[in-house]
């Protein structure tokens, strides 16, 4: 596999990155805070020590292009700062030039990443469809088709659900 990967979380809780001897490593320092058991927080900052994965920050305008993708699916509202900022990442390494894979477990994460034109490593294999999502009233049944971090129905108030608008295959 040849590339850059850019880590999520689960990657560094597993031993994906063991497995994968030859790759070079991304990941954020807020994906890092996340590690909270002692063997993966040192494995993960061995892989540092190394030379193996490198700490990137990303920049505002990677974070507003992955934060109007992720809007455009309905994935946004789902999206942790940590996962923006992940994605803007390795967005930023894209626009390098470089080809990227976003490795995770989380499906947002992975749908907004196939729509950005990311490879993906999916470490749970559920992902077999980009999902366009929609936020639905099920009082009122108003639809909001972008996606924001607002779960109230403008129209009555009533707590907005997720639901799939549009699937596209991706297996």
């Known amino acids: 596999m040849k590339g850059v990967f850019v880590l999520d979380a689960a990657a560094l809780l597993s031993n994906w990155t063991q497995r ?3 790759s070079e490593f991304v990941t954020t320092q807020g994906i890092l805070n ?7 927080r040192e494995r993960a900052e061995r892989l540092v020590l190394i030379g193996r994965m490198r700490v990137a ?4 305008d990677s974070v507003r292009a992955v934060g109007l993708a992720a ?19 390795a967005l930023s390494i894209q626009s390098a ?6 490795v995770s477990s989380d499906l947002s994460v992975l749908n907004t990443a196939t729509t950005l034109g990311f490879g993906i490593v999916d470490l749970t294999s559920k992902m077999r469809h980009q999902i366009t999502w929609v ?4 009082a009122c049944g108003h639809n909001e088709r972008q996606g ?6 403008p129209v009555c108030g009533t707590k907005l659900t997720r639901r799939h608008k549009k699937r596209k295959r991706i297996v």
Not at 74 to 82: A, E, I, P, Y
Not at 148 to 153: A, G, P, R, V
């Open 20 to 22: 994968n001897p030859e």
């Open 34 to 40: 996340e590690l909270r058991n002692r063997p993966s």
């Open 57 to 60: 920050d990303s920049d505002p």
């Open 71 to 89: 809007s455009k699916l309905g994935d946004l509202q789902v999206l942790s700062d940590n996962d923006v900022s992940l994605l803007a990442i």
């Open 97 to 102: 030039g470089r080809t990227v894979s976003v």
């Open 135 to 138: 936020l639905r009233c099920p």
């Open 148 to 153: 924001s971090k607002e779960s109230e129905c």
